[in-house]
Structure formats: structure tokens, C-alpha cells
């Protein structure tokens, strides 16, 4: 009886994480779960007995990208160039942001939802991944010491929410993480001695 249990609360895992990736590639991280336990074919009771929180159901949804966006960061340290590794790997994360709905809010952080006890594992795995990325970087002198992954993430998840609504969302948001990186001033030498020649 156990097992079949069991067999069956699977069944309705899968199917519930088939049906919300599908409801929030529609409609973001506002899918609604009653319409998700709906298409699935379960109570809402189920759905939260599995995903008690929003936050566990976007987690679930985003995992299969984050485990991409590790591997690649795994393949891109060791590198030639520290710095073009790191940016490498955060346009990437830019890219799937702006294009997997529901990424950005997944690594969002929530101070409200959040506790040490339930820390967001997709941010957690994202941190570690790029953590070596971050630290040759920085080690070369190619990055400024006392930034974090954090940090970058933070930046990735807001550039990502302030463009999702965008005509082109992939490509403004790349715009602004190359802006981001290049920072405002204007390239080429600006001290004040090459103004007066």
C-alpha cells in the first residue's frame, strides 16, 4: 500500500513540475497554482503538499537550467582569460534569465519567504558554481576584490525583471549587462591631458 502510495505521489510530481513548467513559460513567476492543480488534474492540497511555497515551485521548474548554467561554468574555468571566462558565464546567465520565465524570480532574493533553514538552493548552486570563476578573476586583477557572485547574481536578476516585459527581452537584456560591465564612462584614454592636445 506504501509503495503504491508512493508510486503515486511521483506520478503527481511529475506531472505537477510538467504542467508548471509549461504555466510558467506562459506566464511567468505569477502561474497561477490553482490553475496548474487544474490542468494536472490534482487538488490544490496536492500541488502545495509537493510545492509549499511559490518560491519551491519556480525552484523546481528553474533547476534543470541551473544545472546547465553549473556545468558551464565548470567548463569555463581554467581558461585562458579569467576575466572574458566570467563574463562568459554571466551572459549566459543574463541569456537563460531573460528567456526561461520564472528564472529571474526563482534567484530573486525575498527576505520575507527566505530563513537559514529553507535558503534558496538555486542561488546557493549558482554562487558555488561561479564562485572559481570569480575568484581567478579577481586574482588576475580583472575584477575589483570584494565582489561576490552574490553580487552578480543580484545584478543579472534585476536586469532580467526590468526587461521581461520587453518587445525583445533576451536582447535588451543583453544590452544592459554589456552596459553594465563597460560601465558609463566613455572608452579610450580620458585623462585630462588627452583634452587638451
Do not use: K
Not at 508512493?6 to 510538467?18: F, G, H, K, P, V
Not at 497561477?32 to 492540497?45: C, D, F, H, K, M
Not at 551572459?91 to 534558496?120: F, M, W
Request: net charge negative.
Amino acid at each position: 500500500m506504501a509503495d503504491r502510495q508512493r508510486s503515486d505521489a511521483r506520478r503527481n510530481y511529475t506531472r505537477i513540475l510538467a504542467v508548471a513548467e509549461e504555466e510558467v513559460a506562459a506566464h511567468g513567476a505569477d502561474a497561477s497554482l490553482e490553475q496548474i492543480a487544474r490542468i494536472a488534474g490534482v487538488g490544490s492540497a496536492t500541488v502545495r503538499r509537493h510545492f509549499p511555497t511559490r518560491r519551491a515551485l519556480l525552484e523546481a521548474v528553474s533547476r534543470t537550467r541551473i544545472e546547465a548554467l553549473s556545468v558551464r561554468a565548470h567548463d569555463l574555468t581554467g581558461g585562458e582569460d579569467s576575466r572574458e571566462a566570467l563574463l562568459e558565464w554571466l551572459s549566459d546567465v543574463v541569456a537563460y534569465s531573460a528567456s526561461a520565465r520564472g528564472l529571474a524570480a526563482a534567484l530573486a532574493y525575498d527576505g520575507a519567504q527566505l530563513d537559514p533553514v529553507h535558503e534558496n538552493s538555486c542561488t546557493a548552486t549558482l554562487e558555488e558554481a561561479g564562485a572559481p570563476l570569480l575568484h581567478r578573476a579577481v586574482q588576475d586583477g580583472a575584477v575589483e576584490p570584494g565582489v561576490t557572485v552574490a553580487d552578480l547574481i543580484t545584478l543579472v536578476v534585476g536586469i532580467a525583471l526590468a526587461t521581461e516585459h520587453h518587445p525583445d527581452p533576451a536582447a535588451e537584456a543583453d544590452r544592459l549587462f554589456r552596459l553594465t560591465v563597460a560601465g558609463l564612462s566613455p572608452h579610450g584614454p580620458v585623462s585630462s591631458t588627452a583634452t587638451h592636445h
